[in-house]
């Protein structure tokens, strides 16, 4: 999968994606910092990119996506690569109550 370029990458993912019931179309411009929009089986729209990089992805490229977000009416931002996310750690609601439920009992966070 690292050796896939940007393109194959995306080739590669769109049908994967299409098999675990997502609906996936390509937006009508040529817009180069989003690879496609996605549908889930909720009815949820999602912008996606999908990059193919040989080092780290930065915080640069998740940011120019997630301002995409209004002009394509979605309600969900996604970046997929095939390398790792460059000092980035997202942390959700779920995530931060755990941290809470176990600074209660006195628990240490394993990793």
């Known amino acids: 999968m690292e050796k896939l370029q ?10 994967l994606l299409t ?5 996936i179309t ?11 929009l996605l549908i889930s089986p909720t009815g949820s729209q999602a912008i996606v990119k999908v990059k193919s990089h040989k080092r780290e992805i930065g915080i640069r490229l998740v940011q120019i996506t997630l301002k995409q977000m209004d002009t394509y ?4 931002c996604w970046v997929i690569t095939n390398e790792r996310f460059k000092q ?9 109550i755990d941290w809470i439920l176990k600074a209660q009992k006195e628990e240490k966070i394993r990793g």
């Open 73 to 76: 009416d979605a309600s969900k």
């Open 26 to 36: 390509r937006p009508n411009d040529e817009n180069s910092d989003i690879s496609f």
């Open 88 to 96: 980035i750690r997202l942390y959700d609601r779920e995530q931060f």
């Open 6 to 15: 940007c393109k194959a990458l995306e080739d590669f993912t769109i049908p």
């Open 19 to 23: 098999q675990l019931g997502y609906t």
